[in-house]
């Protein structure tokens, strides 16, 4: 295959990847509340109405909340974690890692249902911090992974050396390894909050109605018939999601985080 057939295969895909989000970005902008695509007339008012509705502003605030909140109690879990795999190297501690990376490997429906069933056996149910704690350990397994690679990453002979002139484990980290996981960090944070803010089946499953977080709300909001407002909300997620890991693919190292080895040659 020559190069221009190759380049016009991968745009042809490319296209076809993209059409769907075409058609929500082109309905976002509809003039009338109809979903028809191409769009009848244009108008933006349909983003406004997410900052200017009552409703739809409470569900973005809910969400972004419950996802910074999950992605950093995701983070304060997997960083022990991981920190402590990469000290002790032993058979034995893979088990921990198994048990981060075990709720993420499972259905997502799976999850949701045994997470439900721990927080009404509790007595717990529908309170909010129950979703940021069934969040973070639902999406613990990305920080989990990425600072995995972070500790990886690192040279063991920098450790040591710090060790040999006297400084604790606490000045280690604090001032050798921590400087050098923080892009990894930032990754894992980033990755887990995303993910957090478009998750509809652990947040509905552990708070029910109690609190609405926008892909709640999209569902919710079916019953009463199909706005533009949705398509709106799905073009923000997008944009949101755009910046984060373009910030991330700025800041950090991406291609090892998406599992690219090092050439040593």
């Given at each position: 295959m020559t190069t221009a057939l190759r380049r016009l295969f991968f745009l042809a895909v490319g296209i076809f990847l993209a059409l769907p989000l075409i058609v929500v970005a082109g309905v976002s902008i509809n003039e009338k509340q109809t979903l028809a695509f191409p769009p009848q007339g244009f108008s933006l008012s349909w983003y406004g109405e997410i900052f200017t509705n009552t409703e739809w502003r409470n569900a973005l605030f809910a969400s972004l909340t419950l996802a910074a909140l999950s992605a950093a109690v995701a983070l304060v879990i997997a960083l022990?974690?991981?920190?402590?795999?990469?000290?002790?190297?032993?058979?034995w501690a893979n088990i921990f890692q198994l048990l981060g990376v075990?709720?993420?490997?499972?259905?997502?429906?799976i999850t949701a249902l045994g997470f439900l069933?721990?927080?009404?056996?509790?007595?717990?149910y529908g309170q909010p911090w129950t979703a940021v704690i069934s969040h973070a350990i639902f999406?613990?397994?990305?920080?989990l992974v990425t600072l995995s690679l972070g500790f990886s990453a690192i040279d063991r002979s920098l450790v040591e050396a710090a060790a040999t002139m006297g400084a604790t484990d606490r000045v280690i980290f604090r001032t050798v390894v921590l400087p050098l996981i923080l892009p990894y960090i930032v990754s894992g944070y980033a990755f887990a909050f995303v993910l957090s803010l478009?998750?509809?089946?652990?947040a509905y499953m552990t708070v029910g109605f109690t609190m609405e977080t926008l892909p709640i709300k999209i569902f919710?909001?079916?019953r009463y018939g199909y706005t533009p407002t949705m398509a709106s909300v799905?073009?923000?997620?997008?944009?949101?999601?755009?910046?984060v890991f373009g910030l991330v693919a700025r800041y950090g190292d991406l291609p090892k985080l998406l599992g690219a080895m090092a050439d040593d040659r």
């Open positions: 022990p974690l991981a920190w402590f795999l990469w000290r002790r190297i032993a058979p075990a709720p993420f490997t499972l259905p997502p429906v069933t721990f927080w009404a056996t509790t007595g717990f999406f613990v397994t990305l920080p478009n998750e509809y089946i652990v919710n909001a079916l799905t073009v923000l997620f997008l944009a949101i999601a755009a910046l």
